[in-house]
């Protein structure tokens, strides 16, 4: 499975984003889809997961401001951001998997979308 994802951008404190992530084969057989992130000098961690069941995981710190869904027309797992806040600035990338549930890391990654925030 191959993910692209695109979106990202720069955008002033208190802006929105929209990422989005196309995958190369229709999404029903992908468990899960989410979005992690990672910052200069950072390890890499989950920012939102949602399953085929609908069920979703936020990191602490985006809870309130992003929004993870699936469109399943458009084989894709998107990532409303609001609110954005400086210490969103990272490399946004798209994780999916068959079998992983929302607390796992799937097998495929997307090739990253760069988010800046700036003050």
């Known amino acids: 499975v191959q993910l692209q994802a695109s979106g990202g951008g720069l955008v002033q404190a208190g802006g929105s984003l929209r990422l989005s992530c196309v995958a190369s084969?229709?999404?029903?057989?992908?468990?899960?889809m989410g979005w992690w992130r990672q910052a200069p000098g950072k390890q890499r961690q989950l920012v939102a997961a949602?399953?085929?069941?609908?069920?979703?995981k936020y990191t602490d710190s985006v809870k309130g401001r992003f929004t993870i869904s699936r469109d399943s027309a458009k084989n894709a797992v998107l990532l409303q951001m609001n609110s954005l806040k400086p210490e969103d600035t990272a490399v946004y990338y798209c994780?999916?998997?068959?079998?992983?549930?929302?607390?796992?890391?799937?097998?495929?990654w997307g090739q990253g979308t760069l988010v800046t925030v700036s003050s």
């Open positions: 994780n999916a998997d068959q079998s992983a549930d929302q607390n796992g890391v799937g097998i495929y």
């Open positions: 949602i399953t085929r069941r609908g069920v979703i």
């Open positions: 084969e229709g999404i029903a057989s992908l468990n899960v």
